[in-house]
């Protein structure tokens, strides 16, 4: 019996007891196991309260400090790619350095696996019970939408980093696919196709999108799955799997009333999802704050901030011009113990010490739509596409003297989505190789810069830029390697035979 249906029961009900036990929208944690399963799906409302109980367990299950829920997944994907020099500081040094996720035996590679297969099962569950449960088809179908909304996301999120591209090899063996309640006697699955896997995914996000279609959440509630976040996670899967023209309508779909932030905007932290660009993400009060966490890594400036962790790759800083409203962010730390560190200030802590977490944004959909077209040979959409989000953050247009156009689209992704877990999932997509190098001259000497000490005193010190830049194997990285791949626990390949 594998580990994913000896675990399920526990997990269902807990999660009920947690949706019941917290306020409305803000959710508490308290396992038992004194319901059942009859009263869990008896109802709508019921089922409704598992829906925020399985998104709460998403964002808010800590497996360690350094993995509080999703944000660690794109917290590691930003560490394991080009653009974040990661410190010696707690949390991402391994993933950085490339020596954990390919090791069944870690804990973060143990809890990748949990979080996602736990948020598949109870999705399974609700999309199988809701039907018999009392209430209106109208809530019926928004559970039903939620439910496949996210168990695309799981799935998504296993296609993403447990296989390479879906455009390198579709028939490529990935994990196994469980679309129905697993129960203590369920047996052990073996691995799916990446084509296989991609289908359900969009499978499910068309029929989540038809059945969430009418739906508007209210707007300060931007964690809960309607149309629009269907939309993006469905581009996102066509992005994957080339299919251009798809990938960029469903983008459009999924931007629509949620229009590019001005620079003051972007200025703010990155922390509330009250911004107009935020399509989707998981908020967070003085009360209930886990995730909020993850900003100890991506904070680089606010005194509260433990790590400061994930400072740029000084380099990054060159693709960027100087009337470019994202270059302000960029500031050579001056601190004891971080001289010569460049922070990019885009995340900050609210005053409180916490900050909303965010999934998806309208300037990624640009980006995705650009992709599209230029991929598609739409060169004038793309193009067109490109400038407006340039336009927006005051940067340079293009011009065919650039050069190559779909590579300007990978590289503004890279600019505009730094530290929002797009790195290494872009990597393994376009089959590219990770590129870092130390911060040295032509002569192999480290590069001056010049810093501003507490005192207010300036001097030149060396900066601090990549410190791995090779596989641990001590070969020069490549493009499709092992390392980028995710493992599946051994715990998991013991327990599941069929694997």
């Known amino acids: 019996m594998n580990l994913f249906a000896k675990k399920y029961k ?48 998403l964002n808010d299950t800590y497996f360690t400090f350094a ?22 500081k707690y949390g991402y040094r391994d993933p950085y350095a490339f020596t954990e996720l390919f090791d069944r035996s870690t804990n973060r590679v143990n809890a990748f696996w949990t979080l996602l297969y736990k948020v598949i099962d109870n999705t399974n569950n609700v999309i199988a019970k809701t039907e018999q449960a009392e209430g209106t088809q109208e809530d019926k179908d928004l559970l039903i939408g939620q439910a496949k909304t996210l168990r695309a996301f799981a799935y998504l999120n296993f296609a993403s980093y ?33 084509e ?13 999108i038809t059945k969430l279609e009418g739906y508007n959440r209210p707007s300060a509630q931007k964690y809960r799955v309607d149309a629009h976040v269907a939309n993006g996670l469905l581009a996102r899967a066509y992005l994957n799997m080339g299919q251009w023209e798809l990938a960029a309508s469903a983008a459009a779909n999924a931007a629509e009333g949620f229009p590019l932030m001005n620079a003051e905007a972007y200025y703010a932290g990155f922390n509330d999802a009250q911004n107009p660009e935020w399509i989707w993400g998981h908020l967070q009060t003085t009360d209930q704050s886990t995730a909020s966490y993850t900003f100890h890594y991506l904070d680089v400036s606010s005194s509260g901030s433990f790590y ?23 500031e050579w730390d001056g601190l004891p113990g971080r001289e010569g560190f460049l922070r990019y200030k885009k995340f900050k802590f609210k005053q409180n010490l916490i900050g909303d977490i965010v999934y998806m944004r309208s300037s990624e959909m640009w980006l995705i739509q650009a992709e599209g077209y230029a991929r598609a040979g739409q060169q004038a959409e793309a193009v067109n596409t490109l400038n407006t989000l340039r336009e927006a953050r005051n940067a340079t247009l293009y011009t065919a003297q650039e050069g190559d156009l779909v590579e300007a689209i990978l590289l503004e992704r890279r600019k505009e989505l730094w530290g929002e877990g797009f790195g290494l999932s872009d990597i393994i997509r376009n089959q590219k190789s990770v590129v870092r190098k130390s911060f040295l001259d032509d002569a192999g000497s480290p590069i001056k810069v010049t810093i501003t000490t507490p005192s207010g005193e300036q001097k030149q010190v060396n900066g601090q830029g990549h410190r791995v830049v090779r596989f641990p194997d001590g070969n020069a990285f490549e493009a499709n390697s092992r390392y980028y791949i995710f493992a599946i626990p051994l715990v998991e390949q013991q327990q599941n035979p069929n694997l």
């Not at 309640?181 to 990446?194: E, I, R």
């Not at 400061?308 to 960029?330: C, Y």
């Open 67 to 88: 993995n509080p829920g999703y944000s660690a997944f794109m917290r590691t994907s930003d560490a394991m790619a080009n653009d974040v020099a990661v410190t010696t």
């Open 308 to 330: 400061f962790s994930f400072m740029a790759d000084p380099f990054f800083k060159n693709h960027f011009a100087p009337q470019d409203v994202r270059t302000a962010l960029f």
């Open 196 to 208: 296989e896997v991609y289908a359900l995914i969009t499978a499910d996000l068309t029929d989540a």
């Open 10 to 57: 526990i997990y269902l009900l807990s999660i009920f007891v947690l949706a019941l036990s917290g306020c409305k929208d803000q959710l508490d944690t308290m396992p038992t196991d004194a319901v059942t399963d009859t009263e869990i799906y008896k109802n709508t409302s019921n089922i409704q309260t598992v829906i925020n109980g399985t998104w709460r367990y």
């Open 162 to 194: 447990y296989q390479f591209s879906y455009l390198k090899d579709k028939n490529a063996l990935t994990v196994p696919i469980y679309t129905e309640p697993s129960t203590t006697g369920t047996q052990g699955k073996p691995k799916a196709s990446l």
